[in-house]
């Protein structure tokens, strides 16, 4: 079996492919630390998908040239964890020295562009310089969507896949289909949250922020609800801080002046206090959505993870990123600055996702033969075979 380095990790290993934040049982060490476990959904997930006996990261903060060639003897390809890496404030710091020098596949598995909210995408020439090597390495570089294979086309990188997101396969099912059932019987519901946005990301922040809180509010109104967060501070305490740090939480919110403008108010507030899930742990967002019966909202990731665990959901889309994933898996969407009204009804048609259940077999049959093509020995089933029986895999 493989030997395999990562590039940009996102949280530790545990139980060989299970991943949660690092030190996830000492909270209080890392409360005040913003890192978005959604990215550790990715890491996680990835591992799901590969079969290898080692792994460690690839260090590409220092240059040392014996350990790189100690990696170069001891491993047999590296991969980039998927995530939105193509944008105009990327610092990629010394890997374009450090990949110079490696003499292994570099696989990008899902990698993204992020457009930007007005004018054209410019990249500086450290990120083109480690996407051309990044290609050059390979027989073909991994993406999640045509915006961002036409960006790295337009870099006259020309081998490139489009793929989605590991975090769709997770489960390795692919025959997996959404069947929605009868509308009046959905309870439990979860809202993917994110509250913090630039204006490099939303065009409008306060229709950003304003239908955010009111999707939350007309969730509330009708179902049991779960607000699952990843990542901001102050939801990160509201869901497992100190009494005195739930209190600094909502005090934070206050002084926000976007949240109290567009955002926070009494029902809000309370939903808050009373609603919020957060985990360090990814096992513990799966076992959550397995629960649910519809997860909706504004996160990539959580609501991918949903989709993968045969849980309905329907994204809301902001920009480039939630766009892209949104077409290439032929999820449902809302456009969050359309000026139309959310009707969950006019949603909740099979017909709709059953154009998500035809594309989810043609990606993932896209990024097994993307992983075959590149040699990566892994679990996905090749040319219609089922993949293999899983072991029973331990909870943190």
């Known amino acids: 079996m493989a030997r395999i380095l990562v590039m940009s990790p996102s949280g530790e290993v545990y139980d060989h492919d299970n991943v949660r934040w690092y030190e996830h049982s000492q909270l209080q060490s890392h409360i005040e630390h913003y890192h978005n476990i959604g990215d550790a959904f990715v890491f996680d997930s990835s591992l799901k998908l590969l079969n290898f006996e080692r792994l460690e990261e690839l260090p590409i903060a220092s240059f040392d040239p014996a350990m790189i060639d100690r990696l170069n003897a001891e491993f047999d390809y590296v991969f980039l964890r998927g995530s939105n890496y193509v944008h105009a404030e990327m610092d990629w710091g010394r890997t374009a020295e450090v990949l110079r020098r490696l003499k292994l596949p570099v696989i990008a598995f899902g990698i993204g562009a992020q457009a930007p909210v007005s004018g054209k995408l410019e990249l500086s020439e450290d990120t083109r310089t480690v996407l051309k090597l990044i290609a050059d390495s390979t027989a073909s570089v991994g993406v999640r969507g045509t915006y961002s294979a036409e960006v790295l086309n337009g870099l006259g990188i020309k081998n490139v896949r489009i793929i989605g997101c590991p975090t769709a396969f997770r489960n390795n099912k692919p025959d997996l289909a959404i069947r929605l059932p009868a509308l009046d019987s959905v309870k439990q519901v979860g809202v993917t949250l994110r509250r913090e946005v630039s204006k490099a990301y939303a065009k409008d922040i306060g229709r950003y922020l304003t239908f955010h809180r009111d999707l939350v509010k007309a969730m509330a109104a009708r179902f049991e609800v779960t607000l699952m967060a990843q990542g901001e501070i102050e939801e990160?305490?509201?869901?497992?801080?100190?009494?005195?740090?739930?209190?600094?939480?909502?005090?934070?919110?206050?002084?926000?002046?976007?949240?109290?403008?567009?955002?926070?108010?009494?029902?809000?507030?309370?939903?808050?206090?009373?609603?919020m899930f957060y985990s360090d742990v990814v096992a513990e967002y799966e076992q959550l959505?397995?629960?649910?019966?519809?997860?909706?909202?504004?996160?990539?990731?959580?609501?991918?993870?949903?989709?993968?665990?045969g849980t309905p959901s329907i994204y809301f889309t902001y920009d480039s990123r939630t766009v892209e994933f949104a077409e290439t898996f032929r999820i449902p969407s809302v456009d969050v600055f359309d000026s139309k009204e959310f009707r969950l009804e006019e949603y909740w048609e099979q017909a709709r996702f059953d154009r998500f259940n035809a594309a989810y077999g043609s990606v993932y049959r896209a990024m097994s033969a993307f992983l075959s093509e590149n040699k990566v020995d892994h679990k996905m089933a090749k040319s219609g075979a089922q993949p293999a029986a899983e072991p029973e895999r331990k909870v943190a």
């Open 289 to 309: 959505v397995r629960r649910l019966d519809l997860v909706l909202g504004y996160r990539l990731h959580g609501n991918l993870m949903a989709l993968s665990n």
């Open 236 to 275: 990160k305490k509201l869901a497992l801080g100190t009494p005195a740090q739930k209190q600094e939480a909502m005090a934070a919110l206050r002084e926000n002046a976007w949240a109290t403008e567009w955002y926070l108010d009494p029902q809000m507030d309370e939903l808050y206090r009373n609603r």
